[in-house]
Protein backbone atom coordinates (compact mmCIF):
# COMPACT_ATOMS: atom_id res chain seq x y z
CA UNK A 1 0.00 0.00 0.00
CA UNK A 2 1.08 3.29 -1.04
CA UNK A 3 1.79 6.26 1.87
CA UNK A 4 1.59 9.52 0.88
CA UNK A 5 1.73 12.95 2.43
CA UNK A 6 -1.43 15.26 3.23
CA UNK A 7 -1.05 18.18 0.61
CA UNK A 8 1.47 16.42 -1.59
CA UNK A 9 0.10 17.60 -4.74
CA UNK A 10 0.95 21.15 -3.81
CA UNK A 11 4.27 20.66 -3.02
CA UNK A 12 5.45 19.81 -7.32
CA UNK A 13 5.56 22.98 -9.40
CA UNK A 14 4.41 21.21 -12.48
CA UNK A 15 1.94 18.65 -10.33
CA UNK A 16 -1.31 20.59 -12.58
CA UNK A 17 0.65 20.09 -16.00
CA UNK A 18 1.34 16.94 -15.41
CA UNK A 19 -2.27 16.31 -15.52
CA UNK A 20 -2.90 16.79 -18.98
CA UNK A 21 -2.04 13.26 -20.12
CA UNK A 22 0.16 13.81 -23.00
CA UNK A 23 2.47 15.91 -21.10
CA UNK A 24 6.03 14.29 -20.95
CA UNK A 25 7.12 16.63 -18.12
CA UNK A 26 10.40 14.82 -17.98
CA UNK A 27 11.06 15.41 -21.55
CA UNK A 28 10.32 19.01 -21.84
CA UNK A 29 12.93 19.03 -18.28
CA UNK A 30 15.43 18.09 -20.44
CA UNK A 31 14.89 19.10 -23.78
CA UNK A 32 17.13 22.04 -25.51
CA UNK A 33 15.23 25.12 -26.85
CA UNK A 34 16.58 27.85 -29.55
CA UNK A 35 13.97 30.45 -29.63
CA UNK A 36 15.07 33.09 -31.72
CA UNK A 37 14.10 36.93 -31.36
CA UNK A 38 13.29 38.30 -28.15
CA UNK A 39 11.09 41.14 -28.80
CA UNK A 40 7.27 40.91 -28.35
CA UNK A 41 6.67 37.52 -29.23
CA UNK A 42 10.10 36.36 -27.71
CA UNK A 43 9.27 37.43 -24.53
CA UNK A 44 6.25 35.71 -24.29
CA UNK A 45 7.46 33.07 -25.73
CA UNK A 46 10.02 32.78 -23.19
CA UNK A 47 7.83 33.39 -20.05
CA UNK A 48 5.79 30.41 -21.51
CA UNK A 49 8.69 27.79 -21.98
CA UNK A 50 10.27 28.88 -18.89
CA UNK A 51 6.22 28.26 -16.57
CA UNK A 52 6.03 25.27 -18.33
CA UNK A 53 9.70 23.60 -17.31
CA UNK A 54 11.90 24.21 -20.12
CA UNK A 55 15.02 24.73 -18.05
CA UNK A 56 17.48 24.60 -21.02
CA UNK A 57 16.69 27.68 -23.12
CA UNK A 58 18.83 29.70 -26.18
CA UNK A 59 17.32 33.41 -27.02
CA UNK A 60 19.04 35.19 -29.93
CA UNK A 61 18.41 38.78 -31.01
CA UNK A 62 20.87 41.66 -32.18
CA UNK A 63 18.87 44.29 -30.77
CA UNK A 64 18.61 46.69 -27.99
CA UNK A 65 15.39 47.73 -26.35
CA UNK A 66 13.52 51.21 -27.05
CA UNK A 67 10.31 52.82 -25.24
CA UNK A 68 8.04 51.55 -28.16
CA UNK A 69 8.90 47.92 -26.95
CA UNK A 70 7.17 48.21 -23.50
CA UNK A 71 3.53 47.93 -24.84
CA UNK A 72 3.96 43.99 -25.36
CA UNK A 73 7.33 43.11 -23.38
CA UNK A 74 6.90 41.62 -19.88
CA UNK A 75 10.25 41.37 -19.22
CA UNK A 76 11.67 44.90 -20.18
CA UNK A 77 10.79 47.97 -17.85
CA UNK A 78 11.82 51.72 -18.23
CA UNK A 79 15.06 51.78 -16.76
CA UNK A 80 16.35 49.35 -19.67
CA UNK A 81 15.84 51.45 -22.37
CA UNK A 82 19.13 52.35 -24.58
CA UNK A 83 20.59 50.10 -21.99
CA UNK A 84 20.01 46.76 -21.85
CA UNK A 85 20.36 44.34 -24.84
CA UNK A 86 17.02 42.84 -25.66
CA UNK A 87 18.33 38.57 -25.25
CA UNK A 88 20.16 39.29 -22.04
CA UNK A 89 17.72 40.87 -20.33
CA UNK A 90 15.36 38.30 -21.29
CA UNK A 91 17.55 35.89 -20.11
CA UNK A 92 17.59 37.61 -16.45
CA UNK A 93 14.11 38.80 -16.08
CA UNK A 94 13.17 35.27 -16.90
CA UNK A 95 15.53 33.13 -14.57
CA UNK A 96 13.61 34.46 -12.28
CA UNK A 97 10.41 32.42 -12.89
CA UNK A 98 11.90 29.33 -11.95
CA UNK A 99 14.58 27.82 -9.80
CA UNK A 100 17.28 25.48 -11.97
CA UNK A 101 16.55 27.18 -15.54
CA UNK A 102 19.36 28.30 -17.78
CA UNK A 103 19.12 30.73 -19.83
CA UNK A 104 21.64 31.49 -22.50
CA UNK A 105 21.84 34.97 -23.96
CA UNK A 106 23.32 35.42 -27.41
CA UNK A 107 23.67 39.07 -28.53
CA UNK A 108 23.31 38.50 -32.43
CA UNK A 109 21.98 37.34 -35.51
CA UNK A 110 19.93 34.19 -35.89
CA UNK A 111 22.08 33.84 -38.97
CA UNK A 112 25.38 33.48 -37.23
CA UNK A 113 24.12 31.03 -34.88
CA UNK A 114 25.10 27.36 -35.11
CA UNK A 115 21.57 25.59 -34.15
CA UNK A 116 23.18 22.09 -34.75
CA UNK A 117 21.90 20.12 -31.34
CA UNK A 118 18.87 22.20 -30.28
CA UNK A 119 15.50 19.90 -29.94
CA UNK A 120 13.45 22.88 -31.29
CA UNK A 121 13.61 26.23 -32.44
CA UNK A 122 10.57 28.54 -31.84
CA UNK A 123 11.05 31.32 -34.60
CA UNK A 124 10.41 34.88 -32.96
CA UNK A 125 11.32 37.02 -35.67
CA UNK A 126 10.54 40.48 -37.17
CA UNK A 127 11.14 39.70 -41.12
CA UNK A 128 10.99 37.16 -44.00
CA UNK A 129 15.02 36.99 -44.77
CA UNK A 130 15.66 35.81 -41.08
CA UNK A 131 12.78 33.10 -41.41
CA UNK A 132 13.65 31.90 -44.41
CA UNK A 133 17.11 31.68 -43.08
CA UNK A 134 16.55 29.39 -40.15
CA UNK A 135 13.32 27.93 -41.70
CA UNK A 136 16.41 26.61 -44.09
CA UNK A 137 18.88 25.60 -41.76
CA UNK A 138 15.87 23.72 -38.77
CA UNK A 139 14.95 21.87 -42.57
CA UNK A 140 18.62 20.96 -42.95
CA UNK A 141 18.97 19.64 -39.11
CA UNK A 142 15.62 18.48 -39.20
CA UNK A 143 15.01 20.46 -36.21
CA UNK A 144 11.10 20.97 -35.61
CA UNK A 145 10.05 24.79 -36.03
CA UNK A 146 7.50 26.53 -34.50
CA UNK A 147 7.13 29.75 -36.29
CA UNK A 148 5.12 32.71 -34.98
CA UNK A 149 4.62 35.80 -36.66
CA UNK A 150 2.27 39.14 -36.02
CA UNK A 151 0.80 42.30 -37.31
CA UNK A 152 -1.25 44.12 -35.56
CA UNK A 153 -4.86 42.14 -34.20
CA UNK A 154 -3.55 39.62 -36.69
CA UNK A 155 -1.63 36.21 -36.12
CA UNK A 156 -0.16 33.16 -37.11
CA UNK A 157 1.84 29.63 -36.44
CA UNK A 158 3.17 27.14 -38.86
CA UNK A 159 4.31 23.75 -37.37
CA UNK A 160 7.14 22.99 -39.41
CA UNK A 161 8.70 19.10 -38.97
CA UNK A 162 10.37 16.84 -41.19
CA UNK A 163 8.54 15.91 -43.84
CA UNK A 164 5.60 18.59 -43.76
CA UNK A 165 5.53 21.85 -45.58
CA UNK A 166 8.03 24.77 -44.87
CA UNK A 167 7.80 28.64 -44.75
CA UNK A 168 9.62 28.16 -48.55
CA UNK A 169 6.97 25.64 -49.82
CA UNK A 170 3.77 28.30 -48.76
CA UNK A 171 5.76 31.11 -50.21
CA UNK A 172 4.78 33.17 -53.35
CA UNK A 173 5.62 35.69 -55.38
CA UNK A 174 4.41 38.31 -52.30
CA UNK A 175 6.82 37.04 -49.66
CA UNK A 176 9.79 37.37 -52.43
CA UNK A 177 9.46 41.19 -53.33
CA UNK A 178 8.47 41.67 -49.91
CA UNK A 179 12.17 40.12 -49.17
CA UNK A 180 13.62 42.00 -52.18
CA UNK A 181 12.18 45.54 -50.90
CA UNK A 182 13.01 45.21 -47.35
CA UNK A 183 16.95 44.18 -47.96
CA UNK A 184 19.67 45.09 -50.67
CA UNK A 185 22.14 42.55 -52.14
CA UNK A 186 24.24 42.76 -49.71
CA UNK A 187 21.64 41.19 -47.27
CA UNK A 188 21.52 44.35 -44.73
CA UNK A 189 18.01 45.70 -44.29
CA UNK A 190 17.43 48.64 -46.17
CA UNK A 191 14.41 49.76 -44.33
CA UNK A 192 12.45 48.68 -41.03
CA UNK A 193 9.25 49.22 -40.98
CA UNK A 194 6.86 50.21 -37.91
CA UNK A 195 4.27 47.81 -37.11
CA UNK A 196 1.15 47.54 -35.48
CA UNK A 197 1.62 45.34 -32.21
CA UNK A 198 -0.27 44.78 -29.33
CA UNK A 199 0.09 42.47 -26.62
CA UNK A 200 -3.29 40.61 -26.75
CA UNK A 201 -2.39 39.30 -30.29
CA UNK A 202 1.26 38.73 -29.20
CA UNK A 203 0.12 36.20 -26.20
CA UNK A 204 -1.77 33.90 -27.72
CA UNK A 205 0.27 33.26 -31.10
CA UNK A 206 3.46 32.82 -28.43
CA UNK A 207 1.40 30.46 -26.26
CA UNK A 208 0.11 28.70 -29.37
CA UNK A 209 3.41 28.24 -30.25
CA UNK A 210 4.86 27.03 -26.90
CA UNK A 211 1.91 25.02 -26.57
CA UNK A 212 2.66 23.05 -30.62
CA UNK A 213 6.94 23.02 -28.90
CA UNK A 214 5.26 21.10 -25.72
CA UNK A 215 2.86 18.15 -27.91
CA UNK A 216 6.44 17.67 -29.91
CA UNK A 217 8.73 17.51 -27.00
CA UNK A 218 6.15 15.52 -25.29
CA UNK A 219 6.06 13.14 -28.14
CA UNK A 220 2.78 13.82 -29.32
CA UNK A 221 3.52 15.33 -33.09
CA UNK A 222 0.55 14.22 -34.25
CA UNK A 223 -1.66 16.30 -31.88
CA UNK A 224 -0.17 19.49 -33.62
CA UNK A 225 -1.45 22.19 -36.09
CA UNK A 226 -1.21 20.78 -39.69
CA UNK A 227 -0.16 23.16 -40.60
CA UNK A 228 -0.88 26.79 -40.39
CA UNK A 229 -2.91 28.01 -37.69
CA UNK A 230 -4.22 32.19 -38.88
CA UNK A 231 -5.98 34.85 -36.37
CA UNK A 232 -7.42 37.60 -36.30
CA UNK A 233 -7.98 39.21 -33.34
CA UNK A 234 -10.34 41.66 -34.37
CA UNK A 235 -12.89 39.23 -35.11
CA UNK A 236 -11.52 36.56 -32.78
CA UNK A 237 -11.62 34.01 -35.25
CA UNK A 238 -9.17 31.40 -35.82
CA UNK A 239 -8.76 28.56 -38.56
CA UNK A 240 -6.39 26.23 -39.60
CA UNK A 241 -4.98 25.53 -43.25
CA UNK A 242 -3.35 22.72 -44.49
CA UNK A 243 -0.40 22.82 -47.31
CA UNK A 244 1.89 20.85 -49.64
CA UNK A 245 5.33 20.21 -49.29
CA UNK A 246 6.42 22.47 -52.99
CA UNK A 247 8.16 19.78 -54.52
CA UNK A 248 10.92 21.94 -56.03
CA UNK A 249 11.31 23.18 -52.20
CA UNK A 250 15.27 22.97 -52.17
CA UNK A 251 14.80 22.29 -48.32
CA UNK A 252 13.26 19.00 -48.47
CA UNK A 253 16.11 17.48 -50.94
CA UNK A 254 17.12 15.52 -48.32
CA UNK A 255 13.84 14.08 -47.30
CA UNK A 256 13.22 10.74 -48.71
CA UNK B 1 -9.90 27.11 -71.08
CA UNK B 2 -10.90 30.62 -69.15
CA UNK B 3 -11.67 29.56 -65.38
CA UNK B 4 -14.08 32.30 -63.98
CA UNK B 5 -13.19 32.77 -59.89
CA UNK B 6 -14.05 34.34 -56.98
CA UNK B 7 -11.75 35.70 -54.92
CA UNK B 8 -12.69 37.22 -51.03
CA UNK B 9 -10.11 39.37 -49.31
CA UNK B 10 -10.78 38.70 -45.63
CA UNK B 11 -8.91 41.83 -44.76
CA UNK B 12 -11.92 43.99 -45.90
CA UNK B 13 -14.68 41.43 -47.09
CA UNK B 14 -15.18 42.60 -50.06
CA UNK B 15 -14.76 40.43 -53.42
CA UNK B 16 -13.79 39.79 -56.72
CA UNK B 17 -14.26 38.45 -60.18
CA UNK B 18 -11.45 37.07 -61.68
CA UNK B 19 -11.07 35.39 -64.69
CA UNK B 20 -8.02 32.54 -65.04
CA UNK B 21 -5.99 31.18 -67.97
CA UNK B 22 -4.76 27.57 -67.47
CA UNK B 23 -1.43 28.84 -67.98
CA UNK B 24 -1.72 31.58 -65.45
CA UNK B 25 -0.68 30.45 -61.69
CA UNK B 26 -1.10 31.31 -58.03
CA UNK B 27 1.22 34.24 -57.85
CA UNK B 28 -0.75 35.99 -60.89
CA UNK B 29 -4.48 35.63 -59.41
CA UNK B 30 -2.57 37.05 -55.43
CA UNK B 31 -0.39 39.58 -57.79
CA UNK B 32 -3.50 40.72 -59.60
CA UNK B 33 -6.09 40.81 -56.74
CA UNK B 34 -3.65 42.74 -55.03
CA UNK B 35 -3.13 45.11 -57.45
CA UNK B 36 -6.93 45.92 -58.17
CA UNK B 37 -7.24 46.16 -53.92
CA UNK B 38 -4.67 48.17 -53.71
CA UNK B 39 -2.91 46.47 -50.88
CA UNK B 40 -0.35 47.69 -49.26
CA UNK B 41 2.37 45.91 -49.47
CA UNK B 42 3.27 42.87 -47.93
CA UNK B 43 2.80 38.70 -47.74
CA UNK B 44 -0.26 37.83 -48.67
CA UNK B 45 -1.89 34.04 -49.10
CA UNK B 46 -4.88 32.30 -51.09
CA UNK B 47 -6.57 29.50 -49.98
CA UNK B 48 -9.32 27.42 -51.11
CA UNK B 49 -11.43 25.66 -48.34
CA UNK B 50 -9.14 24.56 -45.65
CA UNK B 51 -6.25 24.01 -48.28
CA UNK B 52 -3.49 26.81 -48.90
CA UNK B 53 -2.70 27.30 -52.64
CA UNK B 54 1.23 27.05 -53.41
CA UNK B 55 1.88 30.18 -55.42
CA UNK B 56 4.17 28.65 -58.37
CA UNK B 57 0.82 25.93 -59.28
CA UNK B 58 -0.88 26.58 -62.51
CA UNK B 59 -4.56 27.12 -61.93
CA UNK B 60 -5.47 23.85 -63.05
CA UNK B 61 -3.30 22.04 -61.67
CA UNK B 62 -4.10 23.76 -57.81
CA UNK B 63 -7.64 21.87 -58.69
CA UNK B 64 -9.35 25.24 -59.46
CA UNK B 65 -12.79 25.24 -61.07
CA UNK B 66 -15.41 27.39 -62.12
CA UNK B 67 -17.24 29.38 -59.56
CA UNK B 68 -14.66 28.27 -56.83
CA UNK B 69 -14.49 30.98 -54.03
CA UNK B 70 -10.53 31.54 -52.93
CA UNK B 71 -10.04 33.63 -50.01
CA UNK B 72 -6.73 35.94 -49.80
CA UNK B 73 -5.39 36.33 -46.25
CA UNK B 74 -2.55 39.02 -45.28
CA UNK B 75 0.49 36.82 -43.90
CA UNK B 76 1.78 38.44 -41.28
CA UNK B 77 5.51 38.54 -41.19
CA UNK B 78 6.00 41.08 -37.90
CA UNK B 79 8.55 43.48 -39.67
CA UNK B 80 7.49 42.77 -43.31
CA UNK B 81 4.26 45.29 -43.58
CA UNK B 82 5.39 48.50 -44.89
CA UNK B 83 3.39 51.60 -44.45
CA UNK B 84 0.92 52.55 -46.52
CA UNK B 85 2.96 54.80 -48.92
CA UNK B 86 4.44 51.27 -50.10
CA UNK B 87 1.76 49.86 -52.29
CA UNK B 88 1.76 46.21 -53.41
Redo the contacts between chains.
Sequence with gaps: MDTVSAGFEDKDRYDRQRRITWVDQDAIRSSNVLVAGAGA?GNEVVKNLVLAGFKRITVVDMDDIVLSNLNRCMFFTDSDVKKGMKSEIVAERASLLAPDVEIVPIVGRIQDVDIEGFDIALGC????LA?MDLNATTCYYGIPYID????GM???VHVILPGRPCLQ???????V???E??HTCTGNSS?????A?DVTTTAIVAAMQVRETMKIISGHPELCIT??T?Y?GTLCDM??????I?P?CPNHGRES | MTIRLTIKNLANGTSLRMEAEPDETVNDLIVSAGEYWNLDAGAYVLKKGKKLLSGKTKVPDAGLLNDDVLEMIPDPEGGCRWGSHHKF
Design positions: LLDNIRGATDRGKCVSNRTHKTMTRFTPHLSNVYDFTVEADDT
